[in-house]
């Protein structure tokens, strides 16, 4: 199984730009499909992004679809997301998990790293 370490969360202005990375250790990364969640004060973890254990094939959440992209670097075990536009609703602890399969559900996902905050200031 994998243990994940989220980083590169910080205050950023609206408008602007972050790249999250998830580092992966244990065995086999390239064996799951990664996922990137978010979850604001008082609101339920939400999706954000999907990638397949290649990276051939991404799924991204319509409130971030053209400002985020997700990839991953299965050399690194290491898998990114980068935001740009970034909007005040953007804010929120972001997680990223290890599943199964390429789906926005968070219960296919088994194993999450422990957050890393994303603050945008209007």
């Known amino acids: 199984q994998v243990q994940l370490v989220e980083s590169g969360g910080e205050l950023v202005q609206a408008g602007g730009s972050l790249r999250l990375s998830c580092a992966a250790s244990?065995?086999?990364?390239?064996?799951?499909?990664m996922g990137w969640f978010r979850q604001a004060p008082g609101k339920e973890r939400e999706f954000v992004a999907a990638?397949?254990?290649?990276?051939?094939?991404?799924l991204d959440a319509d409130s971030v679809k053209g400002r985020f992209t997700i990839t991953r670097d299965n050399a690194k075990n290491t898998v990114y997301l980068q935001m740009n536009s970034l909007k005040p609703e953007d804010m929120g602890v972001y997680y990223c998990?290890?599943?199964?399969?390429?789906?926005?559900?968070?219960?296919?996902?088994?194993?999450w790293g422990q957050g890393t905050q994303v603050t945008v200031s209007s």
């Open positions: 990638i397949s254990r290649s990276g051939g094939n991404t």
């Open positions: 998990a290890a599943g199964s399969y390429l789906l926005a559900e968070p219960r296919h996902y088994g194993v």
């Open positions: 244990g065995r086999a990364f390239s064996m799951y499909v």
